[in-house]
């Protein structure tokens, strides 16, 4: 594989990012469907799942790295990622949706967060932190195989809880395109993050979006 491509290119099902999540709060998704709002999004060391019909990003860059968290019980937990940064990214038709198990009388309850049908969803300064991710992706102007803390096209490393080496293997390009795209995350942070037409829904039992 060439360490870097010019023009577009094409990988089915490539493990890269993609498709932001929300809290699973309806106080936090009201405020981001009115507004673009700072945000910080993770599920109490939970992995949650997102759909997306397309994903429009600009300025990528992607590295490894560990997550740190906790449990429902409060112990920590460490978890490897790929860390997908965007500039700026735009979805169409996102769904999110989280299963909280063994709740006290109730059992199972998910919670589903549909937004973008009609506008679509906008973000910046976007991360994801992708355990597992199905797509298909196309990059303009990818290089591959730079210093993550050399890959300047993207908004640069996140920091925070994340344990990643700077020196470590990264990609960017300076634009990406998923479609169809199918992800487990442990986390989202944004600078600035807006749903459209949001929807959220509460049931008991076990009902994701894939």
């Known amino acids: 594989m060439e360490s870097q491509v010019r023009g577009g290119t094409r990988w089915k099902r490539f493990a890269v990012v993609m498709v932001p999540s929300v809290a699973a709060t309806a106080a936090i998704g009201v405020a981001l ?3 673009a709002l700072a945000a910080s999004f993770s599920v109490s060391g939970q992995s949650f799942k997102v759909t997306t019909k397309q994903l429009d990003g600009k300025g990528f860059s992607q590295y490894g790295a560990l997550d740190e968290g906790y449990t429902l019980r409060g112990e920590k937990t460490v978890h490897p990622v790929a860390v997908s940064a965007f500039r700026s990214a735009t979805i169409k038709s996102m ?11 109730l059992g199972n309850v998910s919670l589903i967060l549909r937004a973008g049908d009609d506008e679509p969803v906008e973000a910046t300064n976007l991360y994801i932190d992708v355990a597992q991710l199905e797509a298909d992706a196309e990059f303009t102007n990818i290089d591959i195989g730079v210093a993550a803390k050399d890959a300047s096209k993207g908004p640069g ?4 809880g994340e ?4 020196f470590g293997f990264a990609q ?4 990406v395109t998923l479609k169809d ?6 986390a989202t942070t944004a ?15 076990v009902k994701e979006c894939y």
């Not at 490393?157 to 925070?160: E, F, H, P, Q, S």
């Not at 960017?172 to 634009?175: A, H, P």
């Open 181 to 186: 795209v199918k992800q487990t995350a442990w």
């Open 95 to 105: 769904c999110q949706s989280v299963v909280t198990p063994n709740i006290p009388v």
């Open 163 to 166: 344990q990643a080496n700077p």
């Open 33 to 35: 469907a009115q507004g």
């Open 157 to 160: 490393m996140k920091g925070g």
């Open 191 to 205: 600078g600035t993050f807006k749903l459209s037409g949001l929807k959220m829904s509460l049931s008991t039992g």
């Open 172 to 175: 960017q390009s300076d634009l």
